[in-house]
């Protein structure tokens, strides 16, 4: 048996592909109504039309989702006081199924899990992915992080059902910072769609992006095989070029001088300026990151921050 912490979109989705995939599942929910509705309709409102399985259990005891593996579905900057307020999670496999950068700390999901709880086994599951594609059951290719390369075959054999693909890695840093910084070019591409840009410039913050990923990743210790694979290329490539990512979006409306909804979690924001922060202090250039961040902060226009990089002073690719 598994355990998923959070009943989210992606949460859930990932419950159902475990369950479809022969294993037992509890899929924890913070709010207790929100359990007992998933109970009641079987299903999640987040992804309607797609009927929870049998094997899927529900609940709102925390106890209850104390299993041996424990799959960690909240988002990135509430992960370290989920961590906090349960210890109980302790010599547990833990796996991150977030993406971002910590605000404060500058840590990615694995970090913050060996920080709070050293004794865990850390692990991160990322990768391009949408919450509906993974419900509906249409294929989809992911990476396993996990330090210890035995139990990251075990773990891979565990975690693969019919419609997941699972590639495993050690490199943990590459796949975190892949996953987190991602998010922050899918912002700057939709607001280059939103104000008008056009096709051509989302290729070139798209490329760009990719090649500021890669400085902050090596300059972490992370292996350059690791960004060109699943969590970093296959990722950005996804989340930069469909309205089914909250980042792209959530960009656009930027681009178009509208507002968003501020329900809806955007993990590149905060990601953005955790990024900055530490890139600054490790003196790694990151203009894209920077002009998103000066955008989100109000101090620069989006005409001056194309402006900005396309003046930046010419250099070999």
Known sequence: MISVLGSGAFGTALAIAFAKGGDDVTLWARNADAAQTMRDTGENPRLPGVKLPKT????????DALTDVVLLAVPMQKLRDLLETHPE????TLIACCKG?????QLGPVAVIRDVLPDATPAILTGPSFAADIARGLPTALTLAVPDENTGK?????????NLRIYRTTDTVGAELGGALKNVIAIACGIAIGAGLGDSARAALMTRGYAEMKRMAQALGAKPDTLSGLSGFGDLTLTC?????????FGLTLGRGEAFDPSITVEGAA???AALARSNAMQVDMPITQAVVAILDGGLQISDAMEMLLTRPPKKE
């Open 56 to 63: 899927v259990s529900l609940t709102a005891k925390f106890a």
């Open 89 to 92: 999670l302790s010599d547990r």
């Open 101 to 105: 950068v910590e605000l404060g700390t």
């Open 154 to 162: 075990a773990l891979q054999q565990r975690l693969i059902s019919p």
């Open 241 to 249: 070029s469909s309205e089914q990512s909250r980042n792209y979006r």
């Open 271 to 273: 990601t953005a300026r």
